[in-house]
């Protein structure tokens, strides 16, 4: 079993920075590939970025080049910096984990998720 706890989240204005985190315990963090996926109202639940266990990364087109995932396995822990926001980034954002080995994007396929924590991004 697997725990995770999103922080980070608030308002922010059109052009701004916020980073999220998400602390992990249970299992050994290190062997979990991570995912960051938001959620915005009537929408489905999307893949943001996501981290393998020897840090490949993935982002989707619309983040590319803004948004930044990091994982620090001693301190069981993974973050999503994010700039330049837009509007459009506005969601909830969850941090997911699984134990598969190659990167993984799609949600089914992740085994554990956080409580969630929401992103405004005002224009």
């Known amino acids: 079993q697997v725990q995770l706890v999103e922080s980070g989240g608030g308002l922010v204005q059109a052009g701004g920075s916020l980073s999220i985190s998400c602390a992990a315990s249970?299992?050994?963090?290190?062997?979990?590939?991570l995912g960051w996926f938001r959620q915005a109202p009537g929408k489905e639940r999307e893949v943001v970025a996501a981290?393998?266990?020897?840090?490949?990364?993935y982002y989707v087109g619309s983040v590319k080049g803004r948004f930044t995932i990091s994982r620090d396995n001693a301190k069981n822990t993974v973050y999503l910096r994010m700039n330049s926001l837009k509007p459009e980034d506005t969601a909830v954002y969850y941090c997911?984990?699984?134990?598969?080995?190659?990167?993984?994007?799609?949600?089914?396929?992740?085994?554990?998720w956080g409580q969630g924590t929401q992103v405004t991004v005002s224009s």
């Open positions: 249970g299992r050994t963090f290190s062997n979990y590939g």
């Open positions: 981290i393998s266990r020897n840090s490949n990364t």
């Open positions: 997911a984990a699984t134990p598969r080995v190659v990167l993984t994007l799609a949600p089914n396929q992740y085994n554990y």
